[in-house]
C-alpha cells in the first residue's frame, strides 16, 4: 500500500506502507536522534485559534499556552532509502477533549507532545515519510546544526527565506526512557501518534541559555508576533532511540 495510514498490521502488530517515493516504511518506526530544544510561554488566544477542533493547548497557567522549538538531528533512520536528515519542530502543548489538563503539571508532562505546527526537514524523502505517514506538516528546507560540546545552533531557511536561528546550550542528561505524542491532522482526521524515547534526557527549568532570532519567512514572522522573550520555561534535550508509532484517529475535523 502507498502512503496509507490505514494500512492494516501483520500478525507481528507491525505495518508495512510504501511510499510514494518508493521507500517501504514499517511502524513502529525506529530512528535514533539527537534533539535540543526550548519551551517559551506564549498567549493563549491565537493558540488556541491554529488548532484543530478538538485540541486544547497546555501552559504554565490557565491562561496561557506555550511553544516548543525543537531542532533535531536524526543518525540513523529504519528505512532502507532513507538517508539521516536534519528538521526542526513547532510544536503547541496541547491535549484532546478527553485528557485533563492542569497548570505546569500537565505542562512539564508534555513539554515535546502536543500539535505539530511546522516541521521542516532537508530531503524529499523526509518529508514524504512524515506527509504521507502522519500527516505532517513538513516542507523541504535548509536546516544546518552547529555542535560545539553541549551548544548547537541550528539556522532554518525555507523558499530561500529565513525562517529563524535557534541557539542554546543542552542542558545535563541521564539516561531515561520516556514516552509522549504527537496530533497531527492527516485527510481531514484528527489523529494522535506515540513516541517512546530510550536513550540521555535531559531538562532544565527556567532558563535565559537560548536565543531565538526570527526572519521574513511568513511563518517565522508569525512566532515572532507571539513575543517569546529571552527566557525558557525549560530547555530539553534527546540524544538516543526514537521509536514512532501508528497515529490514531481522535476525530473528525
Not at 477542533?53 to 511553544?67: M, Q
Request: net charge negative; glycine share 10%; aromatic share 8%.
Amino acid at each position: 500500500m502507498t502512503g496509507d495510514a490505514d494500512s492494516p498490521a501483520s500478525s507481528d502488530g507491525k505495518t508495512s506502507i510504501t511510499l510514494s517515493t518508493g521507500q517501504t516504511v514499517t511502524l513502529p518506526l525506529v530512528t535514533e536522534a539527537t534533539a535540543f530544544g526550548a519551551v517559551f510561554q506564549v498567549p493563549h488566544p491565537p493558540v488556541q485559534k491554529l488548532l484543530p477542533e478538538g485540541l486544547t493547548p497546555v501552559g504554565p497557567t490557565s491562561r496561557t499556552a506555550a511553544v516548543t522549538l525543537l531542532s533535531v538531528k536524526y543518525h540513523h533512520i529504519g528505512v532502507n532509502g532513507i538517508d539521516p536528515y536534519n528538521e526542526f519542530a513547532v510544536i503547541f502543548p496541547a491535549v484532546s477533549g478527553s485528557q485533563t489538563s492542569l497548570p505546569y503539571v500537565s505542562l512539564f508532562d508534555r513539554m515535546t507532545s502536543g500539535y505539530m505546527w511546522y516541521l521542516p526537514v532537508t530531503t524529499a524523502s523526509a518529508k514524504a515519510l512524515g506527509v504521507e505517514i502522519w500527516g505532517h506538516p513538513k516542507v523541504v528546507g535548509e536546516i544546518t546544526h552547529e555542535d560545539e560540546e553541549r551548544r548547537r545552533c541550528t539556522s532554518v531557511e525555507v523558499n530561500g527565506e529565513h525562517v529563524l536561528t535557534f541557539a542554546g546550550r543542552r542542558p545535563p542528561s541521564m539516561s531515561l526512557k520516556d514516552s509522549g505524542y504527537v496530533f497531527t491532522v492527516k485527510d481531514g482526521v484528527l489523529l494522535r501518534g506515540s513516541i517512546e524515547i530510550d536513550g540521555e534526557m535531559g531538562m532544565w527549568p527556567f532558563s535565559d541559555k537560548v536565543t531565538v532570532t526570527f526572519g521574513n519567512h511568513l511563518r517565522g514572522s508569525w512566532l515572532q508576533q507571539l513575543d517569546i522573550g529571552g527566557r525558557t520555561i525549560a530547555r530539553v534535550s534527546v540524544d538516543g532511540r526514537v521509536v514512532f508509532g501508528q497515529g490514531q484517529p481522535v476525530q473528525a475535523v
